[in-house]
């Protein structure tokens, strides 16, 4: 049982357009949710996080929302740039289970000059 | 440099030898998480230590056990190999109560490749 989903293995934006990536999760004990960016031949880096109290936490041109009712989540990055060309991973974690985190399986994010 | 420290980045081995993966925490970092990537898909969470204490566990294989030492640095023993272990191991460290809120720190990886 898969518990924090990402549908889209992929996704192609253009150059100064918007990239939204999506993720799902079942598990209700989730308390924090997370995405991190990984280029290759790298470890994954932690880009935002939002706790489970709130529903848009904003960082520069990244920019988290969590919907509770639907146990979703998404990414907004505006505008897109080349450099953010990377997979990127969603992630969920429960704080009364040690901070353990759980991933998606990614997507990968291309963005066209 | 993120300041998590994998080594080796590459390990190549026959079908039933053991190996040891190595990591080195960032600096003041006390949680030591494992992960395994196999082709393609998500990390998988192995197992979690916190100030030599192992903290959580995951789907990690019998034939697989893990240590933190004093001085922090953790290792992911791997025996028995198989070709299916052939991935990318991660090992990631975190503050105190920060890997839930704040996110882990990521080393680069041991890709294993099980021939």
């Keep these: 049982d898969q518990q924090v989903k990402q549908n889209s293995p992929s996704l192609s934006v253009q150059e100064g357009r918007i990239s939204i990536l999506n993720c799902d999760y079942t598990n209700s004990m989730f308390d924090y949710f997370l995405w991190y960016k990984k280029y290759p031949a790298e470890g994954p880096t932690f880009l935002i996080s939002i706790s489970s109290i709130k529903d848009k936490n904003e960082d520069g041109r990244f920019t988290v929302f969590l919907n509770k009712s639907a146990k979703h989540l998404s990414l907004h990055i505006v505008p897109s740039q080349p450099g953010d060309s990377a997979v990127y991973f969603c992630a969920a974690s429960a704080s009364t289970h040690a901070g353990k985190s759980t991933f998606g399986d990614g997507t990968t994010l291309t963005v066209k000059p | ?115």
């Design chain 2, 1 to 115: 440099d993120s300041g998590v420290t994998q080594t080796p980045k590459h390990l190549i081995t026959a079908t039933g030898q053991r190996v040891t993966l190595r990591c080195s925490p960032r600096s003041g970092d006390l949680s030591v998480y494992w992960y395994q990537q196999s082709l393609d898909q998500g990390l998988q969470f192995l197992i979690q230590y916190y100030n030599g204490e192992e903290r959580a566990k995951g789907n990690i294989l019998e034939r697989f056990s893990a240590q933190q030492f004093p001085d922090l640095h953790s290792e992911l023993n791997l025996s028995s190999l198989e070709l299916g272990d052939s991935a990318l191991y991660f090992c990631a460290s975190s503050s105190r109560g920060g890997g839930a809120s704040k996110g882990y720190t990521f080393g680069s990886g041991t890709r294993l490749t099980v021939v």
